[in-house]
């Protein structure tokens, strides 16, 4: 089971968006960070701690076979992500490598919504998270018909 | 106080078909509801069905979920409904998850994040799924008071409509205080039947609204609850006046019979054992009707539509063209578990549509067979109120129904359901030099003045055929193995209307 490609997409754009939102010389696994934190804020309001925790520890489960980098990493009890910050001193993998384990993680997470919710809840989550960005057409073969 | 000055109660749509009706016009707004009932009764779908109807981005609802089912899953269960909109979770539905303040915290603290979040979102309509969860830790009772009073003092304070959804037993309502502070209690049931699940609800509680009372028929489709009133939603509609028009029944020598026809909103039953020609006289009564430009509606339970119209045709009666032209519709129902008051709508729906004037059903045996077993208890006052309701309206009802045929009785049905007909006619088969013939009789016709002879028939091409004249020479016809009279056929008329003559 692989990361479903329209995920990937939009984890980019947010990550994308971020990374436009935030300083020039953030680097990428704050970016990273601030879309999971977005996502867990509204995700715990909706799911609870409990829900969002185990929501994340299995996205993360799953991530870790596409990007080992990732077994540094831990879910906290109360959903906050650790060790993202230290994926690249211990594994030695560069920034690409990190921002490809982030891509993963959050598609995985938004991979799991899609597959509880459906497309047009998990949009309306994003939405409800990121409402300036745009973000309308998150699917790219929808893009590419148009 | 003067009518003037009293203050004017809004009803809210409830968003379930039928609901409306029940609650007297819809729920009332700025209300403190319950929702009671057993797991899987319906009690979050009827929730949701409220939430989406009443939801808007000016006035959102704010859903509360606490512990049980997730809200992961719930919404992913929930969407398969077809009054789920989607687009409503953006800014007119949010959920909120209280499982955390409620593990760690104590009801102050619950009541505190509540007022925050409804501060913050100025909601319509607030639910909290499930309360009961919320308070399942020991309280004492002033804390579970309190905190219950402060709730709905303080949604009611900040205009809105309140559900709080609980698994709870029918014996708690006497000592749980929720049920003292709340404006409505909805109570839905579910139980098994033999094979059969019957769902019911019944509104304890509705302040400030004329609710009708009693338990009332729900089913859970993919368009969530629709709940069917025991008035058949007809407390609302205007009743036709009924007039004193008498229709043919495409039989001259039966509408004779009948002091020329069957009176508009009359309930006719067609009795008798069977292959004697009820659903053709009842099949012939449509007809008539339809050619007269009166739209008809067919209830049939024990044959499918198609080949309720093919046998009309093989007596030359064309049902097909008036279903094309709307004028006509023959409604199979036939679904496992049904109850009557889904019937009914089904019918009513149909009769509204069309403005049907004559209803046929055929027949009772079938209907009741179509039944849940759990229903077939009510079968005879859901009949009732299906006839009152239905003549109410001005539509003249004929139901068939099937009687054993007895040569030492003479039962009128099997249902004894013949008082709530205003007019019955009753065939049967007879005994007569070495054939089986068939004989009718109009036994009652409740303010009409029908003939009392008793006359043979035939089921030709043409549908029932009477015989010229009344069946005489024969004592005991109606035991069905009459004897020949000593006097002849001649004397026995001649006798019969001199007696007439000396009573006018």
Redesign the interface.
Known sequence: MTTPPQMRDLTQRLLTYEASAGNTSESVESTILRVYEKLRGNL????????FYS?ASRALTLARSEAPSLSAVQVAADGNLQGMSAIEPLTNVKTEGVYEAGVTLISRLLGL?LI???E??TM?LV??AWPDAALDDANPQNRRKT | MSTQEKVEINNLPTGVPGLDEIVGGGLPEFSFNIIAGAPGSGKTTLAHQFVFANATPERPALYFTVLGESAIKMLRYQQQYTFFDPAKLRGSIRFVNLSQVVLEKDLGAVLEEITKEVERANPAVVVVDSFRTMVRKPQSDMDLQSFIQRLALFLASWQATTFLIGEYAEDELRDNPIFTVADGLFWLRQTAERNSIVRKLQIIKLRGQDSVPGLHTFRITNAGLQAFSRTFGLTARVRNPVGRRHLSFGVPELDKMLDGGVREGDSLLVAGPSGTGKSVLATQFIAEGVRQGEPGIVAVFEERPQAYAERAASLGLDLETPQKDGKLTILYLRPLDLSVDETMHSILDAVQKIGAKRLVIDSLAGFEMALSPGFRADFRESLYRMIFALTGIGVTIISTVEVDESFTEFPFSTYSISFLCDDIIRLRYVSIDGQLRKIMVVIKMRGGNHAKDIREYEITSKGVVLMDQRLTGYQGLISGLPVRSSRSAQEERSSHDSEIENQT
């Open positions: 715990c309001l909706l799911a609870g701690v409990a829900g929501l919504l509880f919710l459906g047009a809840l309306n939405r409800d």
